[in-house]
């Protein structure tokens, strides 16, 4: 197990290499496609995570900036203050945060919300991020020898290891819906 993650790595099968179970995993086609598909859409999941995981910590805070105002304009007696909303935009927001409410509800209660989930989705956001900045930097073009070598570093393992475990349990997942 993976402290810093809490993840779990497995093998099925016992090899004498980290190289040789990493690539013993990419042979299977179901591994193969989960995992191009994460790295398809890594700039997306990592844009996503962001935006929900602020949106999830500053939903309170939001929640509250809106009631407040409402009660300040109420206390105001009516009276607008210049750019302020009207008490019409302020039902429309009202409603409309009204009707996101069983989504927000739905997100909350989800996996997706979990601490660790959370944790795990910033720390491959962040490092989706940091990689792709490298990679516009440098202009990163890997070759079959460079990616064989790229293949012996630990870092690279660990952390295709992880993207191999959770394309495994993704594909497991969708073949059973």
Known sequence: MDATLGVVMTSTEPTSR???????????????????????????LSTLVLGLSGMVERSESIMDSVAESIHDFRDAGGARP???????????????????????????????????????????????????????????QVGPVALMRALREDDVQRGLGLVIEISRALGGKLRTT
């Open 18 to 44: 980290p190289l040789d179970a990493v690539t013993q995993r990419l042979d299977d086609p179901a591994v193969a496609a989960s995992l191009v598909t994460l790295l398809d859409n890594a700039e997306l």
């Open 82 to 140: 210049e750019g302020a909303p009207s008490l019409a935009e302020l039902g429309q927001v009202a409603r409309e945060l009204a009707d996101a409410a069983p989504l927000l509800q739905a997100v909350l209660d989800s996996a997706m919300a979990k601490p660790e989930t959370v944790e795990l989705l910033s720390l491959v956001s962040e490092a989706a991020t940091e990689g792709a900045a490298r990679a516009r930097a440098t202009g990163a």
